[in-house]
């Protein structure tokens, strides 16, 4: 979504990982030396696109979250289109197939986009990752949750905290980058959840229990048939109830669903 991830270049954050049965280029986030895993990106969506084919498709395996300081134009994310309007925040979830239909038109619209993964946050670091598609913080990336809309009076703060972010990830040998650098992303994070429309429902009490027990061995070797034991389920049991659950990240530090 006007990222540079869309077509690799010197410095872009990510590069092709794989290619989907029907023809949508996934890219994964490709970890820069001496930097921690958020990329930022102010740019004009046309210049962006230049080089894009009509309807070009494509997915990440990381996150992004983009506010619109100018809109036009329109994206489609995960098979829905959204007009791009300013002040509003997308926020794309991995694994979502991301179209853009009409580049020209695009080409009037200005925003940020931020592409980081989950570890980048100290909060999201310090718990499991089967915890990352329940936690607050990534509220506006909950399945069925529509943009967020800044308001007016707080446009100029969020265009700022973005160049705060960006300055700091120009820089990152700087005293204190890297704790100025998350603390930026967890700023931009809990406001983004603040405009999501509700709070994501909450799971299934088991599911909750199953979660908690994964959260307190997943350093250790543990199986499906550990977890069911150890709640006084059967593995089949556990195993229908998950298949309704949201879908988790895997735990290598990259979210799945790419």
Request: hydrophobic fraction near 45%.
């Given at each position: 979504?006007?990222?540079?991830?869309?077509?690799?270049?010197?410095?872009?954050?990510?590069?092709?990982?794989?290619?989907?049965?029907?023809?949508?280029?996934?890219y994964?986030?490709?970890?820069?030396?001496?930097?921690?895993?958020?990329?930022?990106?102010?740019?004009?969506?046309?210049?962006?696109?230049?080089?894009?084919?009509?309807?070009?498709?494509?997915?990440?395996?990381f996150?992004?979250?983009?506010?619109?300081?100018?809109?036009?134009?329109?994206?489609?994310?995960?098979?829905?289109?959204?007009?791009?309007?300013?002040?509003?925040?997308?926020?794309?979830?991995?694994?979502?197939?991301?179209?853009v239909?009409?580049?020209?038109?695009?080409?009037?619209?200005?925003?940020?986009?931020?592409?980081?993964?989950?570890?980048?946050?100290?909060?999201?670091?310090?718990?499991?990752?089967?915890?990352?598609?329940h936690?607050?913080?990534?509220?506006?990336?909950?399945?069925?949750?529509?943009?967020?809309?800044?308001?007016?009076?707080?446009?100029?703060?969020?265009?700022?905290?973005?160049?705060?972010?960006?300055?700091?990830?120009?820089?990152?040998?700087?005293?204190?980058?890297?704790?100025?650098?998350?603390?930026?992303?967890?700023?931009?994070?809990?406001?983004?959840?603040?405009?999501?429309?509700?709070?994501?429902?909450?799971?299934?009490?088991?599911?909750?229990q199953?979660?908690?027990?994964?959260?307190?061995?997943?350093?250790?070797?543990?199986?499906?048939?550990?977890?069911?034991?150890?709640?006084?389920?059967?593995?089949?049991?556990?195993?229908?109830?998950?298949g309704?659950?949201?879908?988790?990240?895997?735990?290598n530090?990259?979210?799945?669903?790419?």
């Amino acid at each position: 979504m006007g990222h540079s991830s869309v077509a690799p270049s010197p410095g872009s954050p990510s590069r092709l990982r794989t290619v989907r049965l029907d023809g949508t280029p996934v890219y994964r986030y490709q970890q820069r030396p001496g930097l921690p895993p958020v990329s930022v990106v102010r740019f004009d969506a046309g210049a962006a696109h230049a080089d894009l084919p009509p309807d070009h498709r494509h997915a990440h395996d990381f996150l992004v979250l983009v506010y619109v300081e100018e809109g036009a134009g329109s994206v489609a994310i995960g098979g829905a289109e959204r007009p791009l309007r300013a002040g509003e925040v997308h926020a794309v979830s991995p694994g979502q197939v991301i179209g853009v239909a009409d580049v020209a038109e695009l080409g009037r619209s200005r925003a940020w986009s931020v592409a980081f993964t989950p570890d980048a946050v100290p909060a999201l670091a310090s718990v499991s990752p089967l915890t990352w598609t329940h936690h607050p913080l990534l509220a506006l990336f909950a399945s069925g949750a529509e943009p967020g809309r800044v308001a007016e009076p707080d446009r100029a703060t969020w265009s700022a905290l973005l160049a705060d972010l960006a300055g700091e990830l120009a820089d990152p040998g700087r005293l204190g980058a890297r704790e100025a650098i998350a603390a930026t992303l967890t700023r931009l994070l809990v406001a983004a959840a603040r405009l999501a429309p509700s709070a994501p429902g909450a799971p299934d009490p088991l599911v909750e229990q199953v979660f908690a027990e994964i959260e307190a061995t997943f350093r250790e070797p543990v199986s499906a048939a550990d977890v069911a034991r150890a709640l006084g389920y059967t593995p089949g049991h556990l195993t229908t109830v998950l298949g309704g659950a949201p879908a988790a990240p895997s735990s290598n530090g990259s979210p799945n669903g790419a």
